[in-house]
């Protein structure tokens, strides 16, 4: 009998320990502390929803702003002024801020479908992964790149933040859409000998390159005023 | 009977811990289910929290676009200033414009570094590539190497045992001047595990020197570092 009493003491212990585990776990997750994930999509929705709402109003701006000056050339008719537009315009083209067309190529990359037997990190793609393939692209004479609709300046920042990739001031997640004005055909050939592109291919990521006639690569969004990009420099003239 | 009654108890006994058994393995497995579940829910929300303070800060400076652009507006419609409003505005964008471009020389406090090899490894193309890329993440606002000014179209390439940039052959030690707030471009240069600690142990001799007064000359305009001949610009 008093084997029979330990098994049940056993059984019973189990249970009960069965019992607290559950009812701990249901505890956690009642109690989380802070807003809930849900809660916090719908704010971000909200920010979202709000930024679009900006840009528009910023992009409605800008037109305005765009057809003024033109009209104060054309009143005025005057050497100066339609120079000066002239070279801001030129200055605008040169440093980014404005949207160009030419001919390139395309090139996507996505995750790796299923990842296979290596880390799974391997099979995800990485800031360090996107910096190399730039660097490629200005080798073989690329003078517009852009990410996902982010135009590529010299100072622009590629930073991995968990699953996403900071491009400028917004994050992205994959895929990843590049746009590169150039030679068609030495920007393809290089991509497709790239030794960056093909460690990429091992890992199954993804990478699709295809030239395209004609391109449109989108203006740098700056956001803030114009100067904060360049608050720190003061112009030395020579 | 007492060999049958045993034998009901034990059959008896048998259901009673199968039953737990189960009911212990699936309340495992699912005590398991939750706690994963709470870590990734737990991801989720500081990513979440990141997503919503990057789109906000976005928000605020769209915000501050809008208004200076607002104002600039509001600035052509009084009448008789308008004009000159007009150009002194085409002049200020068009200086900005061209030091983004990096065709004006600059001047601002910021860090200097300078690197060379002390070991056996030579300084390639990549570690070149890692560093300046920091500093882009610490918020650089103008770059050069060697006095090449990094612009949007700069490559940096192995040539033999140098670098070259801008199609221009650089030769060692190599120094990099990168305007923007020292203290933070050095902070991600230091990082435990950061890019510094590798350098050392590539046996790269590296020096930091934070300045208030550093000059970057401006890319030449010779369509070897800012090329746009390929292009051409959309107006809005």
Known sequence: MTRYRSVLFVVLMLFGIGIVMQFRTVMDKDTGSGPSARELAQRLDGE??????????????????????????????SGEFSSLLEARNQAFFQAGLTRVKGSGIVMT???????????????????????????????AGAEAVSINGERILGMTKTICAGPTILINSSRYPVPFEFKAIGDPQRLYDA????????????????????????LVIEKYRSYGALGDLTAGLEVVVQ | ?????????????????????IIVAWQYGSVKANTQIAS????????????ILQERGNNEKLQQRIEELQNELAAFDTEASGDRDAMETLRKEARIARIIAGLETVKGGGLLIEMDAAGDRIIEDRHMLELVNELR?????????NDERIVATSEIRKAGRYLMVNGHQLVTPYVVKAIGDP?????????????LEKYALYEFKVTLTPSDNLIIPAARDDEMALRINLMTPIEP
């Open chain 1, 48 to 77: 979202r929803t709000e930024g679009a709402r900006l840009l528009e109003t910023l992009s409605k701006l800008e037109a305005d702003y765009a057809e003024r000056l033109r009209q104060i050339g054309e009143n005025q008719g």
């Open chain 1, 109 to 139: 990359l996505n995750d790796a479908v299923t990842p296979g037997d290596m880390a799974i990190e391997d099979y995800i793609i990485h800031d360090s992964d996107i910096i190399p393939l730039l660097n490629e692209l200005r080798i």
């Open chain 1, 191 to 214: 991509m497709e000998n790239s030794e960056s592109v093909a460690v990429l291919r091992i890992y199954d990521i993804r990478v699709d390159i295809r030239t395209e006639p004609e």
């Open chain 2, 1 to 21: 009977m007492k060999q049958g009654r045993k034998s009901g108890l034990t059959f008896a006994l048998t259901m009673i811990c199968l039953v737990m058994g």
């Open chain 2, 40 to 51: 990734f829910e737990k991801k989720r929300v500081s990513e979440l929290v990141e997503d």
């Open chain 2, 137 to 145: 993440a610490s918020d650089v606002q103008a770059m050069s190497i």
């Open chain 2, 183 to 195: 203290k933070k471009m050095e902070n991600s240069l230091r990082l435990l595990g950061g890019i």
